[in-house]
Nanobody, 123 residues
Framework: QVELVESGGGLVQPGGSLRLTCAAS????????MGWYRQAPGKQRELVAT???????NYADSVKGRFTISTDNAKNTVYLQMNSLKPEDTAVYYC?????????????????WGQGTQVTVSS
């Protein structure tokens, strides 16, 4: 089992910044992909950004140039630096990870989600 613990959400004014952190713990052999998704009220969950262990990144068009995803592979931790926040960024942000578990390499990967952290952008 893997536990993902998120932190850093809150209330911020338009144009402000927040940094989200998600730390994964458990019998992790490798964190192959870690990322962030968000879900606004009445909308489907959507991808925000992902980063692979080989440092390949993918961003939603709506956040390109404003958000930056980074990882600390040694700590199995992923960060999301959010700048120039807009009211439409308001959502619950969920951490996601795809992991290989155990002490040795395995072809099977497991996906886990965090509990979510609220980000509200409002004046």
């Amino acid at each position: 089992q893997v536990e993902l613990v998120e932190s850093g959400g809150g209330l911020v004014q338009p144009g402000g910044s927040l940094r989200l952190t998600c730390a994964a713990s458990g019998r992790i052999f490798s964190a192959d992909v870690m990322g962030w998704y968000r879900q606004a009220p009445g909308k489907q969950r959507e991808l925000v950004a992902t980063r692979t262990k080989d440092d390949s990144t993918n961003y939603a068009d709506s956040v390109k140039g404003r958000f930056t995803i980074s990882t600390d592979n040694a700590k199995n931790t992923v960060y999301l630096q959010m700048n120039s926040l807009k009211p439409e960024d308001t959502a619950v942000y969920y951490c996601n990870g795809q992991f290989r578990l155990g002490a040795t390499f395995s072809f099977r990967r497991y996906e886990y989600w965090g509990q979510g952290t609220q980000v509200t952008v409002s004046s």
